[in-house]
């Protein structure tokens, strides 16, 4: 095994992340760009924590997400960087950011437990939406009659939203904030821990006013 002094090492680390299509855990780091050097464990992690460091007050951030460790622009400068694009930002209705936030915070939940809190039924479409988003997937059936579906985030979630884990959730104040700044009855009672807009901020989510 070949060595491999400190600064080529966050040289290499640096160049990887920055050129890798997704995020990357350090075990891919260790297996591909690495596989060939003896680095330690803890080398591994002083050059990364080095490196998001430098980049805090850059407008490209190393942030450590679900899947792994990846460049993105500082949330900030989204409503100037979006001009880049013809496109526009995803629009969400309030029943579908309702429903994600529902299973998000009381997972693994039904269809039937998610209607029973929103006081309405939840529409196909947003199931399905949120399906082929992959941001939500089965992960078993309820031992109740007619077994429904139980459904949880994925880690596709997790990554879009800039979360390393659900303990990073925002709390339910910002989905409050949806309603004009009033007090939703389907999301008044959410827990999570603190920490807010960033997540929405980051995914550029508009609402509608209505579904």
């Given amino acids: 095994m070949k060595k491999i002094n400190k600064n080529q090492l966050k ?23 690495l596989a060939e050097f003896t680095v330690s ?3 591994l992690n002083e050059v990364l924590k080095e490196l998001v460091l430098d980049y805090q007050p850059r407008g490209i951030q190393l942030v450590e ?18 001009r880049m ?4 930002a995803p629009r969400y209705s309030r029943a579908m950011l309702e429903t994600l936030a529902l299973i998000a915070y009381r997972q693994p939940i039904t269809r039937g437990e998610i209607e029973a809190v929103r006081g309405v039924a ?3 479409n947003i199931i399905r939406t949120l399906t082929e988003r992959e941001w939500i997937k089965v992960v078993g059936h309820k031992e109740v009659p007619g077994r429904p579906s139980l459904y949880a985030t994925t880690r596709q979630f997790l990554d879009y939203f800039s979360l390393k884990s ?3 959730l925002p709390s339910s104040e910002v989905f409050e904030a949806l309603d004009d700044n009033e007090p ?13 807009d960033r997540a929405i901020e980051t995914a550029n989510i508009k609402r509608e006013e209505n579904e």
Avoid: C, H, N
């Fill in 166 to 168: 659900l303990a990073d």
């Fill in 11 to 33: 040289q290499l680390v640096e160049a990887a992340l920055f050129v890798a299509d997704s995020p990357m855990t350090k075990l891919a780091l260790r297996d591909t760009i």
């Fill in 41 to 43: 464990e803890r080398a």
């Fill in 184 to 196: 939703s009855p389907s999301t008044a009672t959410l827990e999570a821990p603190s920490e807010s």
């Fill in 122 to 124: 939840v529409s196909s």
């Fill in 65 to 82: 997400v679900a899947s792994g460790y990846r460049f993105q622009s500082l949330d900030s400068l989204s409503p100037w960087l979006s």
């Fill in 85 to 88: 694009w013809q496109e526009s």
